[in-house]
């Protein structure tokens, strides 16, 4: 037997009518493990010089080998005094380790349970529960807040980002009641510690909350230009060092409402320009005259946020990674945007509601001819002008490129969208896709469906139209079911929002009740994300059938209605939504009772009476305000469609 196989006492075949004692046997086995050579050093008693030919090593070595009893007693010893390894746990990883698992737990109860594990799981989860806070203000909860800013609570020191809304489902919720809990939080929690502090609402920022959180919060990342219930642009002129103190400022929010307002943004940017990586610009102002660009100077908007970069020929365009523009009339000014940013080394673009976009469309792509682009996420939220084609402008900018791993585009007014060659241009890096044309109702052709979900393999996000599905009457046609079995071949899609809304036609009654709307929509959601897996059982686990015997058999349930959908898709599709409305806003179906929000429905699971062979999807609805908790998580439900 080779040296390297290990032995065992069964090996051996012993004869049962043949006594064997324990030693020769013991000695047998002994014989036959590897030979080792044990080197044994003298006695410490006996120098090297006093035994010159090794008497008392040779001696010691004699004994070893005479009982093999002693060495097999020795191995056994090493062996036991080898180290156990202990088990894999997360308490006994590193903490920077257990950092970085943890970070993957996003729903606050997970994260509420796992601060009773231990000390130091506590410490680790406390700070990613607190990085940041979500606010409805101006309501009678604003007095739960006393408990919440206590000077003992462990986790103030932890908040990071303060987000707010006005309480909306309440009666009495007031501005003033909302700006007086701003100035609580502000005095509460710790100097120095926020990184932003954000207000969702239109609503008129309070003057003195703004100037005491630019003094106590000086390592601010992210700022607010919004419009002030007072004049500040004085104080902020005598006090230079409230806004040139925040040294850490390099993403900026103007909203401005009136000029002195714009004199505001322009001081903020002025401060940031050398470290300004996110600039967004979203002005409302409709009692001024020369506000926009023109043929031949700048307006009043661009001559006064960007003031100090006069004239814009000789500036220093500013590099930013993330650029957002909404309410931006761009038809003359494009080209001093063009000046005053680099548009070449942007990252992230979102234009919203911007006249004259296509002016912009065409600028960039003769930048980006010249000197490429680094673009990764690009979002346009457009009506179509029918003086200009936005569509062939969009066409060709994203023909200049390639890249891109998310395109968001919603078009008003148009009778057709991008061709698909533009969009598989993006092929090898596109991850998420959404694509709306509103009133005219324009959709993708079959051919260029399957073009674009062919190519673009990586697509884990898509949002697109469908053809028209009616719930009620027979399953749906056969051009649907093949949509649906081109989505099954993609094998990385997780997110699929069908924009068309599924119709109800020829019923009885003049208007369907929302709840039986929900749950035959809910149905289709099902058939979509398990076309091919029905629950049923043809026989029952806990009773086979014996022969001859026809009672326990189980018939089986009805097969799916997409025929043209491979079997057993191995897919990842977790999520099927309808519709693209905002949350909380709604929009009106044909012959539906209730105006309806974006349906959205995730992927569990139902068990049967048989078993746990008898499981299949279910399709689950989810409300919009666990979806940001829901794994996996998805971004493209999110964007503002309306």
Not at 541 to 564: A, E, T
Request: charged fraction near 25%.
């Amino acid at each position: 037997m080779a040296d390297s196989e290990p032995i065992h006492a069964t090996d051996r075949i012993i004869p049962p009518a043949e006594e064997v004692s324990f030693e020769s046997a013991l000695a047998e086995l002994t014989e036959q493990l590897p030979k080792q050579k044990l080197e044994v050093e003298p006695d410490v008693g006996v120098r090297p010089e006093d035994d010159p030919k090794g008497k008392a090593a040779e001696k010691t070595h004699e004994d070893t080998t005479e009982k093999p009893e002693a060495k097999e007693q020795s191995v056994v010893d090493q062996q036991k005094s080898l180290p156990i390894k202990p088990k894999m746990d997360i308490l006994n990883l590193p903490y920077d380790l257990k950092s970085l698992i943890l970070s993957y737990i996003t729903r606050p109860t997970d994260m509420k349970s796992l601060c009773l594990v231990s000390r130091e799981i506590h410490d680790i989860i406390i700070r990613q529960l607190y990085r940041r806070i979500d606010l409805d203000i101006g309501g009678a909860t604003d007095s739960r807040l006393s408990a919440f800013l206590r000077g003992d609570n462990p986790g103030l020191k932890h908040i990071r980002e303060v987000n707010l809304w006005l309480y909306e489902d309440e009666e009495g919720a007031t501005l003033q009641q909302a700006n007086y809990t701003m100035r609580l939080l502000i005095d509460l929690l710790p100097a120095n510690t926020l990184e932003a502090f954000n207000w969702h609402e239109y609503g008129k920022f309070s003057s003195e909350n703004f100037i005491l959180l630019c003094k106590r919060q000086k390592r601010l990342k992210y700022i607010q230009a919004n419009p002030m219930d007072k004049p500040i642009i004085h104080q902020l002129q005598r006090s230079p060092t409230i806004l040139s103190n925040l040294k850490e400022a390099d993403d900026l929010g103007l909203f401005p409402t009136n000029a002195e307002e714009l004199d505001i943004c322009q001081m903020m940017v002025e401060n940031a320009a050398s470290r300004l990586r996110e600039l967004m610009i979203c002005p409302t102002l409709s009692d001024q005259t020369n506000l926009n660009d023109g043929a031949s100077e700048p307006g009043l908007i661009t001559k006064k946020i960007f003031r100090h970069m006069l004239p814009f020929k000789n500036c220093t365009a500013l590099r930013l990674k993330t650029l957002w523009l909404e309410n931006v009339n761009l038809r003359y000014s494009t080209k001093s945007y063009m000046k005053v940013i680099e548009f070449p080394v942007l990252e992230f673009l979102d234009v919203r509601s911007c006249r004259g976009a296509e002016g912009l469309l065409q600028g960039m792509t003769r930048a980006v001819a010249g000197y490429g682009s680094k673009l990764v996420e690009f979002r346009l939220n457009h009506k179509v002008d029918t003086e200009q084609d936005a569509v062939s402008a969009l066409e060709g900018f994203l023909d200049s490129f390639q890249g891109l791993e998310t395109l968001l585009v919603v078009l008003d007014n148009t009778r057709h969208l991008p061709k698909a060659s533009s969009i598989t241009r993006h092929k090898k890096t596109l991850l998420t896709l959404l694509t709306v044309a509103r009133n005219e109702g324009a959709k993708f052709s079959w051919s260029d469906f399957r073009d674009i979900t062919s190519a673009c393999s990586r697509l884990q996000q898509l949002a697109i139209a469908f053809p028209e599905v009616d719930l009620l009457h027979g399953d749906p046609s056969d051009e649907f079911n093949d949509w649906v079995g081109q989505i099954h071949r993609m094998p990385q899609l997780t997110t699929l929002n069908i924009t068309t809304w599924p119709l109800v036609q020829n019923i009885v009654a003049s208007s369907l009740p929302f709840d039986t709307y929900e749950h035959i929509t809910q149905r289709l959601a099902q058939l979509i994300l398990a076309p091919s897996q029905p629950l049923s059982a043809p026989t029952s686990p806990l009773f086979p059938p014996s022969p001859g015997d026809d009672l326990i058999q189980v018939p089986p349930m009805p097969p799916p209605s997409f025929p043209n959908t491979p079997p057993n898709p191995r897919t990842k599709l977790s999520v099927v939504a309808f519709g693209t409305s905002e949350k909380g806003n709604r929009v009106s179906v044909p012959q539906v009772s209730d105006d309806l929000r974006q349906m959205i429905f995730w992927r569990g699971s139902m068990h049967g009476a048989f078993g746990p062979g008898d499981q299949a999807p279910l399709a689950i609805p989810m409300k919009w305000r666990p979806l940001k908790y829901a794994e996996p998580y998805t971004d493209v439900l999110e964007y503002r469609h309306v």
